[in-house]
């Protein structure tokens, strides 16, 4: 997903967010905010929002000697959504579909997104609103039971994980997947409040899977961005499970076989991907020359 022009006050907000926690000194923040504008100005038009966030992003954290200006913010994420973990668990298991049921948790849980702030309540209690409204709320584009069934026949599995604390949510939907080859890639720097090694660590997910870093420090997946290690999982993967608006925004025209899981925070991104902001969405884009596994799921068949 190319960058729109409703992108750039995102892109201005984060940048002023980012910039009041790293300095309080006024002339400081003004010096960083005109950097800001001055390298918003050369942005390449067909850039995807998660490069042109990664950018900005790493001239702040070099301009201010900061190695990662959420650490906090990630840590109490994790710690939140640590605390809610038994009474999730205990959801899912007392319902009919536990697969079902700990998919939509995990979709639900993409709401933790401080790069998507301006569109969306990251409270404690708007988190806890949207888990517990997401047993009965509608899924868009495709079918859990398509997922179930591309899982079924995956050898090796992908999973690009987005949010600290979000990925809380993912470990209890992983250990509800069935059997396959699972490896989930964090990313490999800071990343506004993008999941990293440390936050995996916290979160003890090594104990159920493998996990690998992206190499990249971008809010989404930048494959020319990425490590050989990881470009090649991406490439020998049967099926990719993508969290997020950033991997959505960075992956949406890659043909490989992928299911988007996402909250629609953002009226561009609801706009790219067909689907109404608010939105819990599971979109099945097929590999090239695979049919998607349901009608009207794919993304090929959106309204943009």
Avoid at 3 to 31: G, H, I, K, W
Avoid at 74 to 102: G, H, I, W, Y
Avoid at 152 to 166: F, M, S, T, V
Avoid at 246 to 269: A, D, H, M, R, W
């Amino acid at each position: 997903m190319k960058t729109y022009l409703e992108c750039l006050p995102c892109f201005v907000t984060q940048a002023l967010e980012v910039v009041r926690m790293t300095t309080e000194d006024n002339s400081e923040r003004f010096r960083l905010m005109r950097l800001v504008f001055e390298q918003a100005s050369r942005y390449p038009e067909e850039a995807s929002p998660p490069e042109v966030a990664a950018r900005m992003h790493r001239m702040i954290r070099d301009e201010t000697e900061t190695d990662d200006p959420y650490k906090e913010i990630k840590k109490r994420s994790n710690e939140f959504a640590l605390q809610l973990l038994p009474r999730l668990e205990q959801m899912v298991e007392d319902s009919d579909d536990q697969f079902e049921s700990a998919l939509r948790l995990a979709i639900a849980g993409n709401v933790m997104d401080w790069g998507a702030k301006t569109h969306t309540d990251v409270s404690e209690d708007a988190i806890k609103k949207t888990l517990h409204e997401a047993l009965d709320s509608p899924i868009e584009g495709s079918s859990p039971d398509a997922m179930r069934k591309a899982i079924k026949h995956a050898d090796h599995i992908l999973y690009l994980a987005d949010n600290a604390g979000e990925i809380v949510f993912d470990r209890l939907f992983l250990s509800h997947m069935p059997e396959a080859h699972i490896t989930v890639a964090v990313k490999g720097g800071p990343a506004i409040n993008d999941a990293t090694m440390k936050d995996a660590e916290q979160i003890n997910l090594h104990d159920i899977v493998d996990v690998i870093d992206s190499g990249s420090d971008a809010p989404g997946t930048v494959l020319d961005d990425c490590s050989q290690e990881f470009r090649t999982l991406f490439d020998r993967a049967d099926l990719i499970v993508s969290k997020g608006q950033g991997n959505y925004e960075t992956l949406s025209e890659v043909p490989q076989n992928i299911f988007y899981l996402l909250k629609v925070k953002c009226p561009v991104v609801a706009r790219d991907a067909g689907y109404p902001a608010g939105s819990m969405l599971l979109l099945h884009r097929p590999a090239q020359g695979v049919e998607s596994s349901t009608a009207g799921g794919s993304i090929q068949d959106a309204t943009v």
